[in-house]
């Protein structure tokens, strides 16, 4: 009715399930976090990669792999979205993980990399 397909849908994970996932299978799935690198650097999920949401366009340069899964992240879940949504364009397998906030890790540490550990909540 509004032009939406169900091949338009993101598909969802969340974010802590998402990472088990990542940790059982390391090699098929590939974790990216869309923020800027500033906010990447202060805090991200171990083994991460980044690339910003300004460049998700030449995320093809970056990977060009379309036979792995690749789960996306950000601090703000809308942004990861938008990410998702341009990479299923182009045909990759992606999920959206949200945003990082939801990361149960976030609150214990041990599988978030902190720059600054005095900054901890």
Do not use: W
Not at 3 to 22: A, P, Q, T, W
Not at 50 to 65: A, G, K, N, T, V
């Amino acid at each position: 009715m509004f032009g939406f397909k169900k091949s338009d849908e993101v598909k969802v994970k969340d974010i802590n399930e998402g990472f088990r996932d990542y940790e059982k299978n390391p090699e098929k799935i590939v974790i990216v976090c869309v923020d800027e690198l500033r906010v990447y650097n202060e805090l991200h999920i171990a083994d991460a990669s980044c690339l910003p949401l300004r460049l998700i366009d030449q995320f093809e340069e970056y990977y060009p792999e379309k036979d792995l899964i690749y789960y996306l992240y950000a601090y703000n879940g809308y942004n990861s979205r938008k990410a998702c949504q341009k990479l299923m364009k182009k045909n990759y397998n992606v999920y959206n993980l949200g945003d990082f906030a939801k990361y149960h890790e976030y609150c214990e540490g041990e599988h978030a990399t902190r720059k600054d550990k005095r900054r901890r909540r």
